[in-house]
Nanobody
Framework: QVQLVESGGGSVQVGESLRLSCTAR????????LAWFRRTPGQDRRFVAS????????NYADFVVGRFTISGDYAKNTVYLEMSSLQLDDAGLYYC??????????????WGQGTQVTVSS
């Protein structure tokens, strides 16, 4: 298991950008791939994006393609989620998670506490 800590949430207006960060507490991310999920009002937690620790792939939910970018600096034990063109329905609690394979979104675990994103018009 790995303890993950998210940060970078905040309040923005529609169309603005925000960058979220996720770090591992007390250890490296190895051997895990990392992902971002979110829980928005009225919805269960949903997959947003994932990243291969080997740098050979990313995976995105359809609703963020072209707007969000996941990246990582494993030497710094940090994974980022760059969010642009934020919309009202992007508001919610964003979680970082670790898993064995970035393509298998059902196997992620070790959820952090989340960081809140608020979007206003």
């Amino acid at each position: 298991q790995v303890q993950l800590v998210e940060s970078g949430g905040g309040s923005v207006q529609v169309g603005e950008s925000l960058r979220l960060s996720c770090t591992a507490r007390g250890r490296t991310f190895e051997p895990y791939d990392l992902a971002w999920f979110r829980r928005t009002p009225g919805q269960d937690r949903r997959f947003v994006a994932s990243l291969s620790r080997r740098g050979d792939g990313t995976n995105y939910a359809d609703f963020v393609v072209g707007r969000f970018t996941i990246s990582g600096d494993y030497a710094k034990n940090t994974v980022y989620l760059e969010m642009s063109s934020l919309q009202l329905d992007d508001a919610g609690l964003y979680y970082c998670a670790a898993g064995p394979n970035f393509r298998n979104i059902n196997k992620f675990h070790s959820w952090g506490q989340g960081t809140q994103v608020t979007v206003s018009s």
